[in-house]
Nanobody, 127 residues
């Protein structure tokens, strides 16, 4: 299984970026895909996730109203549209995926709930 993340870059505060993460290596669709982010020296934090069937989406509080997560079923790809970016959004963004049994919603933000991780893409928001 491979998760290929892309779309990071440098943007000014107030700008937008769209991250993509394409899953490959399995014929069946993932049950959940999500995004986490990490600042050097800090813990990796949950940002957003989507249950593949439904689809049902989840966002961390700081992302609500600014970020949108979506998925393309045909491409096994998840997107994170980030608007109104702030300097505090600067981080390496990682996509993650789970196959098989659907996780309970209370575990959506737990890293160990996900089976596979992408390589990370850097988002830098300048003030």
């Amino acid at each position: 299984v491979q998760l290929q993340a892309s779309g990071g870059g440098l943007v000014q505060a107030g700008g937008s970026l769209r991250l993509s993460c394409a899953a490959s290596g399995r014929t069946e669709r993932p049950s959940v895909m999500g995004w986490f982010r990490q600042v050097p020296g800090k813990e990796r934090d949950f940002v957003a996730a989507v249950f593949w069937s439904g689809p049902r989406t989840f966002l961390t509080d700081s992302a609500k109203g600014r970020f949108t997560i979506s998925r393309d079923n045909a491409k096994s790809t998840v997107y994170l549209q980030m608007n109104s970016l702030k300097p505090e959004d600067t981080a390496v963004y990682y996509c993650a995926a789970r196959w098989g049994s659907r996780m309970i919603t209370s575990m959506i933000s737990t890293q160990t709930s996900y089976h596979y991780w992408g390589q990370g893409t850097l988002v830098t928001v300048s003030s």
